[in-house]
């Protein structure tokens, strides 16, 4: 609770009417905006296990307490995987950065780097070449490219750095340069990275839904997973990572929720 993916970012991008703001203003305005209603509590505490009852499902907290609820939406988010790379955590979300869409304005025709490999490296090269022409592939270890793949970079003078990252020189999360295992640097105003990560809770896989290949729950185009009644919305949920893919997401589950409800209740 409270440590989502963004909380180190210093600015939000792509959501209309609050774009430049921290995630957090976001976050704290949403929250006061919902609890007006007052059919709406929020509770301090951290879901630790669920089961699904005869008519319903039960969830219980760290502290001890238990709700019961006829429908359950989950939007836990997703905990990345940072690589062993000192002053990797601390420039994640501020010059470490996952998205071209989300970032990739404020780090336009800057010096670039790309720490990823195979079909990953190239489709952000690809996005990332839109924006700079000052890129380099940091495959942090041997690189495994197609032939194709090395042309393509090749055009777009693309650079390809094997040796692999020991360390980022940075301040305040802002990134100088980067050490190499042989000694060198190399200077970058950004470096995308894409990472692997995990669900934030494990409460998904308890009950039993289905994820996808990539680790995000599965679910239908009305955030429905394949177990009836519970629904997934957020990060979880989707490769999109953004705050307007969430809040869309986020309404969509609640919609179908409702209208669930209305029907049974008919």
């Known amino acids: 609770m409270g440590s989502p993916c963004n909380r180190q970012t210093p600015k939000s ?23 007006r ?9 951290t879901a630790t296990t669920a089961k ?30 940072y690589p062993d790379i000192k002053g990797f955590s601390e420039c994640w979300g501020i010059s470490v950065i996952h998205c071209p ?3 990739g304005y404020e780090f336009r025709d ?21 924006l700079t022409s000052e890129i380099s592939l940091l495959a942090n270890g ?9 042309q393509k970079f090749g ?8 040796s692999k990252i020991v360390e980022i020189e940075h301040t305040n999360g802002y990134l100088h340069q980067l050490i190499l295992e042989d000694g060198s640097t190399q200077a970058f105003d950004a470096v995308y990275a894409a990472l692997p990560f995990i669900q934030h809770s494990d409460i998904p896989t308890q009950l039993g839904c289905e994820l996808t290949e990539q680790g995000h729950i599965k679910t239908d185009g009305f955030q429905k997973t394949n177990l009836p009644g519970v629904f997934a919305c957020g990060d979880g949920a989707s490769p999109v990572r953004s705050v307007a893919n969430a809040v869309y997401s986020g309404n969509m ?14």
């Open 13 to 35: 991008h792509n959501f209309l009417t609050r774009d430049g703001e921290p995630p957090h203003a976001i976050a704290a305005i949403a929250k006061e905006q919902v609890l």
């Open 37 to 45: 209603y007052p059919t709406v509590r929020f509770i301090e505490d």
């Open 52 to 81: 699904q009852l005869e008519a319903g499902f039960e969830i219980a907290t760290q502290t001890g307490q238990s709700f019961t609820a006829n429908k359950l939406v989950i939007a836990s988010g997703i905990k990345d995987i």
């Open 101 to 103: 869409y989300c970032h």
């Open 110 to 130: 800057k010096k670039t780097a790309i720490m990823a490999s195979g079909e990953r490296a190239t489709h952000l090269a690809m996005l990332v070449s839109n």
């Open 142 to 150: 041997a690189a495994v490219f197609e032939a194709e793949q090395l």
């Open 155 to 162: 055009q777009h003078y693309i650079t390809v750095i094997e």
């Open 253 to 266: 589950a609640g919609v179908m929720i409702n209208a669930e409800l209305c029907k049974e209740q008919f």
